[in-house]
Structures are given as C-alpha cells and as structure tokens.
C-alpha cells in the first residue's frame, strides 16, 4: 500500500474510490485507507468479511473506515460537487445472498429492503450533484455471456452474475434521476482458464456508464520490467461523465498504458 500511497498522493485525484476485496480480514489496508490525505469512499468486498461468521472482523473494519466506507449511505464532497452512493456491503454476486456476517452488523434483510436503503442513500444526494454508485458486484441487467461485465466465467453455463438489489434500486433511482456512473469490482478483468478478457464498460440507454474496476492484480511488470500499478480512471465536465479508462501507472505516476473506455470532449479525475 507504500507505492500505492505514493502514487495516489502524486496523482492528487479528486476523489479516490475502493471497490472492495482489500484483503481477506487484513486491517492493514483499511489501516492505510484511513490515513490516505485524499477524499475517499469505500465498499467493502465479500473477501473483506474474512472466513469470520460472526461479523466481528468486519465489524472491526467498519469502525475502521467510518464515514468513509459507504454501504447503503451517501458519501458527498463539495470541491468538485460529487455524491457517492453506495450499494450493498461484501456482496458475493448471483443475485442476493446475505453473509452472516453482514447479518450480525446489519440485520437481516430482503433483496427489497437492501434496494430500499440503496434509493433511500441516493434520494438524499443533491439532486444537481453528479451520482455515482460505489459496488462490490455490480447489478444484474448487463449480460449473461461469459465475457460480460458481471458474467459467470468460474463454471458453465455462463450467467448473469450480477446482484437484483441493485438493479431494483437503479430502476428505483432512475425514476427521479439518471445515475452518471455506477463503478465495481468482484469479477476479474481477466477470465479463468485463458478464456480472454471481461467487457469492462457498459453505457445504458438510460446513459448510466457502467464501469466494472476489477483489474486483478493491480500490480505487475511490463514486458521491460517496469512496474505497473492499474486504476480505473473517470473524469466530469459539468456534472456529466465526460472520460473513462483503465490506466496503468509507472511509480513517477506518468501513464505507461491507457485503454480508453469513454471520451467526451473534456475532462477531471476519480481513479477507482
Ligand atoms: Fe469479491
């Protein structure tokens, strides 16, 4: 987490958002989350949870992170206007499944009700203020190929594996207004057993880009041996997505690579 302190702090991003799968109960990234001198939001991922039942080690990690960690609430910066909204905490994907762990923090509850709190946070977000949604998964509704931003790659046939509370919710929210983003994780870029690469971007419709962040691992050498650190980067013009892409960073944050996903014709900055 040093190096991706050090390039983060150089970058100066707007607005740093955590996607989830930090570690698998480890407290020294959350740790290193709490002192990063930059505006932050975070969800959760289902390794975070640990292999405790009881919710404890989670616990810990939501005291931990406070405000910051952002399941079912609203996170919100003024300079520049952005409100985060975030989905359900340590989801596994395939639709909805409430570990016991987040039962013993949260309370039980049905996919309806977690959609409740996920329109209630965004209900709460300055209407004018762009709205991104923070996921662990993102939502079913974006394809049940293999290769599709939240398929089923692991085990045949190949499904949608995306979770319903949050397509209920995103159907809920866009009755009172159009989500700019909804951003996540969980389903590695890279398919299992040399099947090829994950669509990572979708834009609905609606005009909801949907981002899926999941390059795994972040880190890694280029053919010439130089170190690599991937983000997910998005920047807003005038409250609308106006770029996207996934960029890989050298250590002095200059830009070895760059998949260009979205590009309107201006830009600011949010990695994920
Ligand atoms: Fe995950």
Redesign the pocket.
Known sequence: MADDRDLLIQLQPDAVLFV??LSDGDFKLVKAIQQLPLPVAVIL???DRGRDQTGEILSRQLKLLGERHCGWGLRQWRSPHVAVVGARPCS?GGGFYLSSAVEANFGPMSVNDSADRIVEAAMKAPAQWPLVVLA??GPTGLGSDMQSPCGRDWKAPAIDWGDQDLAIALDRIRKHRVPQLVVF??MHHELKRGQGCRQTFVQDRFGTVFLNAACVPRRGLDPSGRELCHLSWVEFVDGQLSAASHRWFLPDASVAYEQTLFQSSKSTVMPC
Do not use: I, P
Request: proline letters at 0%.
């Open positions: 989830g799968d991922g289902n390794h596994s662990h998964s994780g969980h």
